[in-house]
């Protein structure tokens, strides 16, 4: 028996009932089954990407191209392609909230076009959080490649002391949780 009238130009179903549809003039592809996944196999040691996102192998200046998105009704909430610039753009209603710049070797929160490493941009106040369990410190640190504790920021919960290390020594400068200052 199975499905005697398709809902469109190709169908695939379990007999009765519609899984995956085409459109014959958009092309789309629809699964119908909240429940489908698309699978792909194992692979060797070099294998080819699983998705593209463009037909071309020169073409460097393709369109803004939407890579997911939540819906046709939500069109520029999801994740966007900038292909001219090489950025992967996390969307809410067309503004960027996460920008991934892969030539730049950037990322930028609150912007698309971030000028350093990582950037948090807001038009309004700005309010980051180092969290930590009870009994444990937060760290900022800085340094180079080779070490990467040469300064730091540390908070310890255990005692709320602010520590501050230069030179790869710790506690080069302490305020207590009492405010008292050790040099």
Excluded: C
């Excluded at 429940?35 to 060797?44: E, M, R």
């Excluded at 071309?56 to 292909?83: E, K």
């Excluded at 920021?153 to 520590?163: C, G, K, P, R």
């Amino acid at each position: 028996a199975g499905i005697q009238v398709p809902s469109q130009k190709f169908v695939v179903g379990d007999g009765t009932t519609e899984k995956l549809t085409v459109d014959g003039s958009s092309g789309d592809m629809v699964f119908t089954d909240q429940n489908a996944s698309i699978f792909f196999p194992p692979t060797g040691a070099s294998p080819a990407p699983m998705i593209n996102m463009f037909n071309s192998t020169t073409v460097t200046a393709n369109p803004d191209r939407m890579v997911i998105a939540h819906s046709p009704g939500y069109p520029t909430f999801g994740l966007q392609y900038q292909d001219a610039s090489d950025k992967f753009n996390f969307l809410s209603g067309g503004t960027g909230v996460l920008t991934v710049d892969l030539s730049g070797l950037r990322v930028g929160v609150g912007t698309t076009s971030p000028t350093e490493k990582f950037q948090i941009e807001t038009a309004g106040g700005t309010q980051q959080s180092i969290v930590s369990a009870a009994a444990n410190t937060g760290m900022l640190s800085f340094g180079t490649t080779a070490n990467h504790f040469l300064g730091a920021v540390e908070y310890d919960n255990s005692n709320n002391a602010l520590s501050f290390w230069t030179n790869n020594t710790a506690d080069r400068m302490v305020i207590t949780g009492g405010g008292n200052v050790g040099i």
